[in-house]
């Protein structure tokens, strides 16, 4: 069963960098997956954030590409989060979660989430 | 930017079919997929590629695409349904999702 724990602060200041890091296990990350990022302000639906093939090939979300980065570390299994210049706004659950592709692109296996606030 | 519509909410009635609609522009030329997610819980994939389920996924959630609308459907619903169900389609590189469809069983 592939498992994915997302790690990070839970709280950060306006106009700092949100920072989350995705474990993946029972699966490697060098398979032939994309790995993702998605997020859910409380109350409100999903929002995708932007996805990662192991080579390092990325798609981000056009509203917050000019604020993400997502990274992978092949060496230790896992990918990565920033966002920068955070405003209350992206107070959200963000979720890691395995991408599947060749045409069908849907998430297979989630993490459990991790709730950040962005307050000073 | 592509975009996929649901409704809100939708009620349906213990043992009855519930269906859910997603529409969007030339939709039945995109895999749409469907996830389920309960109060507190992340979300879980329950129909890929219009119509297949994942292992573990009963047999009463079915889905289709035709035209400009995706439907999810459950038949002989549960109590365990009521939940909020998301679609989502890949559309020039980026990831699409509805925004919501709040399921109550009443």
């Known amino acids: 069963q592939v498992q994915l724990q997302e790690s990070g602060p839970g709280l950060v200041k306006p106009s700092e960098t949100l920072s989350l890091t995705c474990a993946v296990s029972?699966?490697?990350?060098?398979?032939?997956?994309?790995w993702g990022w998605i997020r859910q302000p409380p109350g409100k639906g999903l929002e995708w954030i932007g996805s990662?093939?192991?080579?390092?090939?990325?798609y981000y979300n056009p509203s917050l590409k000019s604020r993400v980065i997502i990274s992978v570390d092949t060496s230790k299994n896992q990918f990565s989060l920033n966002l920068s210049s955070v405003t209350a706004a992206d107070t959200a659950v963000y979720y890691c979660?395995?991408?599947?592709?060749?045409?069908?692109?849907?998430?297979?296996?989630w993490g459990q989430g991790t709730l950040v606030t962005v307050s000073s | 930017s592509y975009e996929l519509t649901q409704p809100p909410s939708v009620s349906v009635s213990p043992g009855q079919t519930a269906s859910i609609t997603c529409s969007g522009d030339?939709?039945?030329?995109?895999?749409v997929c469907w996830y389920q997610q309960k109060p507190g819980q992340s979300p879980v994939l329950v129909i890929y590629?219009?119509?297949k389920r994942p292992s573990g996924i009963p047999e009463r959630f079915s889905g289709s695409n035709s035209g400009n609308t995706a439907t999810l459907t459950i038949s002989g619903t549960q109590a365990m349904d009521e939940a909020d169900y998301y679609c989502?389609?890949?559309?020039?590189?980026?990831?699409?999702f509805g925004g919501g469809t709040k399921l109550t069983v009443l």
């Open positions: 979660a395995r991408q599947t592709v060749a045409g069908t692109y849907y998430f297979d296996y």
């Open positions: 029972d699966s490697s990350i060098s398979s032939d997956y994309y």
């Open positions: 990662i093939y192991h080579s390092g090939s990325t």
């Open positions: 030339t939709l039945r030329d995109k895999y």
């Open positions: 590629r219009d119509i």
């Open positions: 989502q389609a890949w559309d020039s590189s980026t990831v699409v």
